[in-house]
Structure formats: C-alpha cells, structure tokens
C-alpha cells in the first residue's frame, strides 16, 4: 500500500480504529466523528470529539471494498452515558463479542462500559452500568494466545481523557479529584510520566479481575519515562499486540503526534521502549491499532485528509508493517 494511502471509509467521518480479524474477516471498530450540533469549539478538555454512537466496518480482502454494518450502539441505549462515546475496542472470547467503550457518565467523569453481541457486527447490547473501578478512555482488550487466555484490559487518557485526576489514596484506592482536569502532567526534575492502566477481566469479561495498577514504560537504561520526554511519554491510545512471544505495547504520544511502542515479556510489564512506528500525520490527534491478517501486520490509524485538517473530523486508513530481526517494528516498504 502506498505511504499515504486512501481513507477506508470517506461516508462518514470515523477516527481511532480498534481492528480485530474474526472469522477470518477484517473488522474496523471506530469512533464516530461529527459536526458539532451547538458549534463547540476546539479545547484541551476535547468538548468538541461529540461522538453518540458507534459503527462497525468490515473488509474481506486488502484493499477491497468496506462494508458498513451500521449503528450497533448509540447513547440512548446506555443508562449511564450522557454523552461523548470516545474511542472504543472490541474481542472475543466465550462464544460472545464484548465492545468495551469510554463515555461521560452524569456526573462528567470519563468511565468504561460493555456491550455484548452475537456476532462481531453488531448489534451489542450494553450493561446497565460501567465497569466498576473504571475510569480515564480508550479501554484496548487483549485475549493472550497462552494456556491460561487470560484477558487484560489497557486504558488511560491525559488531558480530557482525565488520566491526570486520579491518584491513589492511603488506602490504595483510586480518587477523582476534578481540579486537576486540563492540561496537568507532572512537572519538575526527575518527574515520572503519567503511566497507562491494566486490570485483569473477569473470565465473563464484564468486570475487572485484578486491582487498576500502573503500566510501566522504560527507557534503554531502565527508568521510568519522564514526564518531560513528549517524544516517549505515554499520553492516550493504548494498544497491545503479541509477536514472536513478546508483547508490544503501542501508544500515542498525544501534543507530539508519534505513534510509539514499548516491548515485554509480561502484558503486565515493565514495557522497554522501543521506538517509532508513524510520525505525526495531518491533524491533532494520533490512535491506532495493529492486527496481523492474511500473512501480513497492519497499522489502523486516522489523520485529516476529508476534512482538510479539522481535528475533530478524522478518516481511517491502514499501512502495512513489518517487525524486523531484531523485533523492531517499520513502515513497509
């Protein structure tokens, strides 16, 4: 494919595309970009991403035609939601499909629910509450290929995504504290980064099995990221994708645009860094996804190439990839 390939889909505006294979098919999980109805404009807490529901696209063959499967899930059809279903993620496991999406509940504050399905287009009908213990976006579920196939469940997200207002308590619990909303990251020398989150999942994948815990990226000596290193530091659009043994954890790098990953033996960590795999693309924001299909790995990212640059209006698109010798991941050629 070439290096700026066409938008898969161009009817609607979609954005952070979650891509699984299923039966063999290809199927695309994205947000739902829109104009925003009462004019919002653009701000650090992301008022304007005013997403209401979700639609699932699948592709038999690269390159070949994508097929619209639909709505499969709308605000309505959740009781806690109020608005904002932000970037979501789908699997598989017990015979089901599980989508696994963020939204603002009453009170504002970002949590994580699921949907159930029959099929892996939909339609998946949502419980009645989050997920409790659930909190930030951008939930990534990965089902591990090992004996015990146990599932594990990445999310976070700074700034709006509201990552920054959770701290634990002497007790060990996590606490929301609104007045840290905005652009807040840790600041100072020798400051750690803001990590990502990982739980456990139940094995009927509707509720967490393990404490929230902290997901730690190193650098090449073994120190945690720093909050200052923009170029390293995780800020949203966690992904986990397994090679070779290993586990690849993917993020973006949020104000600086690059889509990065950090390398495991452990889809608890510590993750190593390991590089870049996209540089900054026509628009804000950068979230992807990675999926092996048909003998081949495959990038799922966004940028803005419809809308001419309005950060909020984004197209999906895929690249092909390769993990090299060593484990190091590039563009193909």
Same mark, same amino acid.
């Given at each position: 494919?070439?290096?700026?390939?066409?938008?898969?889909?161009?009817?609607?505006?979609?954005?952070?595309?979650?891509?699984?294979?299923?039966?063999?098919?290809?199927?695309?999980?994205?947000?739902?970009?829109?104009?925003?109805? !009462?004019?919002?404009?653009?701000?650090?807490?992301?008022?304007?991403?005013?997403?209401?529901?979700?639609?699932? =696209?699948?592709?038999?063959?690269?390159?070949?035609?994508?097929?619209?499967?639909?709505?499969?899930?709308?605000?309505?059809?959740?009781?806690?939601?109020?608005?904002?279903?932000?970037?979501?993620?789908?699997?598989?496991?017990?015979?089901?499909?599980?989508?696994?999406?963020?939204?603002?509940?009453?009170?504002?504050? =970002?949590?994580?629910?699921?949907?159930?399905?029959?099929?892996?287009?939909?339609?998946?009908?949502?419980?009645?509450?989050?997920?409790?213990?659930?909190?930030?976006? !951008?939930?990534?579920?990965?089902?591990?290929?090992? #004996?015990?196939?146990?599932?594990?469940?990445?999310?976070?997200?700074?700034?709006?995504?509201?990552?920054?207002?959770?701290?634990?308590?002497?007790?060990?619990?996590?606490?929301?504290?609104?007045?840290?909303?905005?652009?807040? #990251?840790?600041?100072?020398?020798?400051?750690?980064?803001?990590?990502?989150?990982?739980?456990?999942?139940?094995?009927?994948?509707?509720? =967490?099995?393990?404490?929230?815990?902290?997901?730690?990226?190193?650098?090449?000596?073994?120190?945690?990221?720093?909050?200052?290193?923009?170029?390293?530091?995780? =800020?949203?659009?966690?992904?986990?994708?397994?090679?070779?043994?290993?586990?690849?954890?993917?993020?973006?790098?949020?104000?600086?645009?690059?889509?990065?990953?950090?390398?495991?033996?452990?889809?608890?960590?510590?993750?190593?860094?390991?590089?870049?795999?996209?540089?900054?693309?026509?628009?804000?924001?950068?979230?992807?996804?990675?999926?092996?299909?048909?003998?081949?790995?495959?990038?799922?990212?966004?940028?803005?190439?419809?809308?001419?640059?309005?950060?909020?209006?984004?197209?999906?698109?895929?690249?092909?990839?390769?993990?090299?010798? #060593?484990?190091?991941?590039?563009?193909?050629?």
């Amino acid at each position: 494919m070439p290096s700026n390939p066409k938008p898969l889909i161009s009817h609607i505006y979609t954005a952070d595309p979650s891509a699984h294979v299923f039966n063999g098919k290809l199927y695309i999980y994205p947000s739902h970009d829109r104009e925003s109805p !009462d004019g919002t404009v653009s701000n650090d807490n992301g008022d304007q991403y005013d997403m209401a529901d979700y639609h699932v =696209f699948s592709l038999t063959t690269p390159g070949g035609p994508v097929t619209d499967h639909g709505v499969v899930l709308s605000t309505p059809d959740v009781p806690w939601v109020s608005k904002q279903l932000w970037a979501p993620d789908a699997a598989f496991k017990n015979g089901k499909y599980y989508l696994y999406f963020p939204a603002r509940d009453a009170e504002g504050v =970002f949590r994580i629910g699921v949907a159930v399905g029959e099929k892996p287009e939909g339609p998946f009908v949502a419980e009645k509450d989050c997920i409790s213990g659930s909190y930030s976006i !951008d939930p990534a579920v990965f089902v591990d290929d090992d #004996e015990g196939q146990e599932a594990y469940i990445y999310f976070g997200g700074l700034w709006g995504g509201q990552l920054q207002c959770w701290s634990k308590s002497a007790s060990g619990e996590w606490v929301f504290d609104a007045s840290k909303g905005g652009p807040q #990251e840790p600041s100072g020398k020798g400051a750690v980064a803001l990590f990502p989150r990982v739980a456990r999942l139940s094995p009927d994948m509707l509720s =967490f099995a393990s404490p929230v815990q902290e997901l730690q990226i190193l650098d090449e000596k073994g120190s945690p990221i720093a909050a200052d290193d923009h170029d390293r530091r995780f =800020f949203e659009a966690a992904w986990l994708h397994k090679y070779n043994g290993k586990y690849y954890f993917s993020y973006s790098t949020g104000d600086t645009h690059y889509l990065v990953y950090a390398v495991s033996d452990s889809p608890l960590g510590p993750f190593t860094y390991g590089g870049r795999i996209l540089e900054p693309v026509l628009g804000w924001t950068t979230h992807h996804s990675i999926a092996e299909w048909q003998g081949k790995w495959w990038l799922f990212y966004h940028d803005c190439e419809i809308s001419g640059g309005v950060s909020h209006l984004r197209n999906v698109k895929m690249r092909e990839i390769v993990h090299d010798a #060593e484990g190091k991941i590039h563009l193909a050629d």
